[in-house]
């Protein structure tokens, strides 16, 4: 497709289980982005990938969050035993921010749709 | 830690008039960018701006960096209910992270 694909658009999962959301960037892109929204706020900053290659997980929340990217597309948030206060909107990103040379201030962030995670 | 604070948090107006949301920070950011966001859907950018006291017009949309880039602010005029939805200012730090604002939610009544 032409724009940032996320799946599942909704999960509902009980409290304890682990779930696996998927994000399917532009092609081309080389640097992704995970983020959390809760009700309807703003975006917290998760984890940074360039390529694939995390050079920055400082907003991982704790040891239960986990991602990957594998040939510099496809990224999985894993979440394992999951609660509660994990329930949010975990949205993607995908840009073709490149760290050598241009301006971030150029970059386009394009977002997926996000997936709706409940936690019962 | 960076933080972006937005107000109001929440606004409801009759079509026709104007609004303001101001993003605040106690830090300073290399540029910042205003996003608006549907439901269901993730932000769109609406603008950048990078240069301190920059203002940028986007049809009935006035964007603009405060001197010291640590505020911005987004005027509205003669809203519309099109204008409605989540609008969310995000500084840029450093060469590749965004730090959002905490949102301010627009309703515009017909």
């Known amino acids: 497709g032409a724009g940032v694909s996320q799946s599942p658009s909704n999960k509902v999962t009980e409290k304890g289980k682990d779930v696996e959301l998927r994000c399917d960037p532009i092609?081309?892109?080389?640097?992704l982005y995970w983020y959390r929204q809760s009700l309807g706020q703003g975006l917290e900053f998760l984890i940074y990938?360039?390529?694939?290659?995390?050079?920055?997980k400082s907003g991982l929340p704790s040891d239960r969050f986990s991602a990957e990217r594998t040939g510099g597309s496809v990224s999985t948030l894993t979440i394992q035993r999951t609660q509660q206060e994990d329930s949010a909107v975990y949205l993607c990103?995908?840009?073709?921010?490149?760290?050598?040379?241009?301006?971030?201030?150029?970059?386009?962030?394009?977002f997926g749709a996000g997936t709706r995670l409940s936690v019962l | 830690t960076q933080l972006l604070e937005q107000s109001p948090q929440f606004l409801s107006i009759q079509e026709g008039e104007n609004l303001t949301v101001y993003c605040n920070s106690s830090?300073?950011?290399?540029?910042l960018q205003w996003y608006r966001q549907e439901p269901g859907e993730g932000p769109v950018l609406l603008v950048t701006?990078?240069?301190?006291?920059e203002v940028k017009k986007l049809k009935r949309l006035t964007f603009q960096f405060g001197d010291a880039r640590k505020d911005s602010s987004l005027h509205i005029t003669a809203a519309q209910p099109g204008d409605t939805g989540l609008y969310l200012c995000?500084?840029?730090?450093?060469?590749?992270?965004?730090?959002f604002g905490t949102g301010t939610r627009l309703k515009v009544l017909a």
């Open positions: 990103a995908s840009s073709f921010l490149r760290l050598a040379g241009g301006s971030i201030a150029k970059n386009i962030q394009y």
């Open positions: 092609s081309g892109h080389t640097a």
């Open positions: 990938f360039q390529g694939n290659s995390a050079p920055d």
């Open positions: 830090s300073v950011f290399s540029s």
């Open positions: 701006v990078v240069t301190g006291g």
């Open positions: 995000a500084g840029i730090s450093g060469t590749y992270k965004y730090i």
